[in-house]
């Protein structure tokens, strides 16, 4: 499958500062794509190069196989993108707002305007004034709004922002929806990474303007060789000293559901083995998974996200 959106050693240089630094990667249709890093790390730069708001220093960003820098008018074409929260005629309805912008670009026509309330679900409420509308339905009209001319890239910067529970839900489940039913490539900037955990397919990550690294959310949070492995048991202080002895390179901590336990996974059936042959009753065995925050923190050295 051919990218959609390529970034070539992307570069920014704002006086003698080096912002970002040298930046590749590749976005394909239908994947959602989490963009991740402290405040302060670029992310916001390089969006601002992607849609042409501040200029290239040195390499290129190809949209669709055609150049920013050589045919900005062509590659940008291909995108649609929401910065924060929509901003909207709020005395309008949903309905005339979406009129209003398609006026802006050419081709858009009624049935695409129906067509896209539809698909972000607003298609009972889309001739109610837009004052009427919880935040979160402003910002799935937002979304209607950026795929009218038909994209192929959705750029959402902090979509959720201020968004209740029910609302991050409603934004998360249309985006996947779009992503797959669209065949859409959605770019995701956000500091809620519980959200982006669920939502995203692959992340790139970026720490003071260099990319850390693109990996499948999946893979990112169990890359490692071991895994940490909760033993509830009856005695803990007994099942720790046996287990000391029998396996000293182990890394053993005691808690009040019984022992936390790092380990490569052919280890568990021996360590249970050995409990029940030393008269320890297993209750349970729960692997515990990382969080995509957990291991944000451990790449990024525990920075605060923006």
């Known amino acids: 499958m051919e990218p959609v959106l390529q970034l070539k050693n992307l570069k920014k240089t704002i006086g003698r500062k080096e912002i970002i630094k040298g930046l590749s990667f590749d976005v394909y249709p239908g994947e959602v ?18 849609v042409g708001l501040i200029s290239i220093t040195e390499g290129e960003v190809v949209i669709k196989g055609t150049s ?3 045919n900005f008018e062509k590659a940008v074409q291909h995108i649609g993108g929401i910065v ?13 707002n979406l009129v209003h912008y398609a006026r802006m670009v050419n081709g858009v026509t009624k049935e695409r305007i129906k067509e896209v ?18 935040l979160g339905m402003r910002q799935r009209l937002g979304i209607a709004q950026a795929l009218l001319h038909r994209p192929s890239i959705l ?31 959605v770019i995701v900037s956000s500091h809620l990474l ?20 693109v990996q499948k959310v999946t893979e990112f949070m169990n890359e490692e060789r071991f895994i940490r492995v909760q033993f509830q048991l009856n005695d803990s202080t007994k099942a720790k000293t046996v287990l000391s002895q029998q396996f000293p390179e182990l890394v053993i901590e005691q808690n009040d559901k019984g022992l936390e336990l790092s380990l490569e996974n052919e280890m568990i059936p021996k360590i249970n083995a050995s409990l029940v042959k030393n ?22 050295g525990g920075n605060q996200i923006g």
Do not use: W
């Open 279 to 300: 008269e320890i009753n297993v209750y349970g065995i729960v692997q515990l998974t990382k969080t995509l925050e957990d291991r944000f923190l451990e790449v990024t």
């Open 33 to 50: 794509f989490g963009f991740l890093g402290p405040n302060g790390a670029g992310k916001t730069t390089t969006i601002r190069m992607l």
């Open 194 to 213: 519980s959200e982006m955990e669920m939502m995203c397919d692959r992340i790139g990550i970026i720490q003071n303007g260099s990319l850390v690294g």
């Open 68 to 70: 920013i820098t050589k």
């Open 155 to 185: 750029i959402l910067d902090e979509p959720t922002n201020g968004l209740d529970p029910s609302g991050i839900r409603e934004v998360r489940d249309y985006v996947r929806k779009l992503a797959r039913k669209e065949g859409l490539a």
């Open 117 to 134: 309330s539809e698909l972000v679900g607003l298609e009972k409420r889309i001739h109610d004034k837009v004052k009427t509308y919880s």
């Open 84 to 96: 924060e929260n929509p901003e909207m005629y709020k005395f309008l309805t949903g309905h005339q």
